[in-house]
């Protein structure tokens, strides 16, 4: 593997050689040392379990870390984004962990040649993908289930700008679970395929396995949202959760507006803090294999 930047480019094969890795890291029967590697993270946009858990990865896997500043670096002189890669580059990074507003960015620097050979990982491209935080989802839920195969996964919030709900479909599909996204028509994508749409909750929620709960993105919203209308009719609560699914965000929870803070405390709820453990794990195996390709 010489980048990750989306899920469509991995078989369910590759899925399941990241997932092993990451359960022998975590394990602890797999040990690694990348110290003749240099890892930059880049991050434009905010970003709490994805910066830190990329950084204990990298300390974890022995590999150098940067974290690349924006706000202070040359870009606010006006160099480009190409150009300050390529210097990057020829400084002696190996790997960019890349978060941008941009959904299309990271496959722009991916196809332009650099100095030095350099891989990018997407920690978040814009409303279309977070190929990491799918992969963690995958390999959370694969805990609890050996197969996806029919298994009911209803996603709910605000779909058409989340990137972890459009990398977790695709990667879903592949494992041939069944899809529903449930959120009003202002939040649905209705360019996504092979997911059925619900408006009422209840309906969405009626034998799932596994509920998803997304953030409202106010940052990518400019018209004004009525939360309560959104909160009388969306927010996940004790009688609307199923009894036996899991529930699952990839954070950061609003509380008491996409889930009612009583359910937070619930045993179906213990999956959000696993996830950002498990983000750990699946971003050491990513990296791993990324920086294993440069050879010793
Ligand atoms: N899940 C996720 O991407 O969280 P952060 O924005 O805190 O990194």
């Not at 814009?126 to 935080?133: E, L």
């Not at 929620?205 to 009719?233: G, T």
């Not at 696993?274 to 983000?279: D, H, I, R, S, V």
Request: net charge negative.
């Amino acid at each position: 593997m010489e980048h990750l930047i989306n899920i469509k480019s991995l078989s369910t094969d590759d899925i399941n050689k990241i997932c092993n890795r990451a359960s022998e890291f975590e394990k602890g029967i797999r040990r690694s040392n990348h110290i003749n590697r240099h890892i930059a993270n880049m991050f434009f946009e905010n970003s709490t379990r994805t910066k830190l858990s990329f950084e204990m990865a990298e300390n974890r896997i022995s590999a150098n870390k940067y974290n690349f500043d924006a706000g202070t670096s040359s870009i606010n002189k006006g160099e480009d984004i190409y150009d300050t890669i390529n210097n990057l580059s020829a400084i002696g990074i190996n790997a960019v962990v890349l978060r941008h507003e941009s959904n299309t960015l990271i496959n722009e620097l991916k196809e332009k040649t650099y100095y030095n050979t350099i891989s990018f990982v997407n920690a978040g491209s814009g409303s279309s993908a977070h190929p990491t935080q799918a992969l963690l989802d995958y390999y959370t839920i694969k805990k609890h289930f050996l197969d996806l195969k029919d298994k009911i996964i209803a996603i709910t919030g605000d779909i058409v700008h989340s990137r972890v709900a459009k990398s977790n479909i695709e990667l879903l599909k592949k494992f041939n679970a069944k899809i529903r996204c449930i959120a009003p028509i202002q939040f649905q994508d209705e360019t996504l395929e092979g997911i059925d749409y619900y408006e009422d909750i209840n309906k969405g929620f009626e034998n799932a396995d596994i509920v998803m709960a997304l953030r409202i993105q106010r940052e990518r919203i400019a018209e004004k949202i009525d939360f309560d209308e959104y909160i009388n009719n969306y927010q996940i609560t004790k009688d609307n959760l199923p009894y036996n699914a899991l529930l699952m965000h990839p954070g950061p929870v609003n509380k008491d507006i996409e889930i009612k803070s009583d359910v937070l405390s619930m045993q179906n709820a213990k999956t959000i803090l696993k996830q950002a453990e498990n983000g750990v794990y699946i971003r050491m195996a990513i990296l791993d294999m990324i920086l294993s390709s440069y050879g010793i």
